[in-house]
């Protein structure tokens, strides 16, 4: 059974900088892939940034092009989203996902974490 635990979010400036890990556990054959996801109050949940789980292939979505990053340290089960110059529109619950084939779209994803919510403040 593969699980994903997101770690961090909370509350912070704008302009600042977020950290949110990602534990996945029971790596199972069919990650293949990994994905940032994020969903902010009656909007449809955007994907953010995404890689291969052992490593390149880093694609980001427009709106976080040049202000974050997708990675992951050798060894370890566990990859990461920093976002920096953090804006109110930043602001939603953020998932972490796993799945066979790369996309910013949600459909393909098999494995959720349960999110994190962020929340950024003028």
């Known amino acids: 059974q593969v699980q994903l635990m997101d770690i961090g979010g909370g509350s912070m400036q704008a302009g600042g900088s977020l950290i949110l890990s990602c534990v996945v556990s029971g790596v199972a054959r069919t990650i293949e892939h990994v994905a940032w996801f994020r969903q902010a109050p009656g909007k449809e949940r955007e994907g953010v940034a995404l890689m291969r789980f052992h490593g390149g292939g880093e694609l980001y979505a427009a709106s976080v092009e040049g202000r974050c990053t997708i990675s992951r340290r050798n060894l370890e089960n566990t990859f990461y989203l920093q976002v920096h110059s953090l804006k109110p529109e930043d602001t939603a619950r953020y998932y972490c996902?796993?799945?066979?084939?790369?996309?910013?779209?949600?459909?393909?994803?098999?494995?959720w974490s349960q999110g994190t919510q962020v929340t950024v403040s003028a």
């Open positions: 996902a796993a799945g066979p084939r790369p996309s910013l779209l949600p459909t393909p994803y098999t494995y």
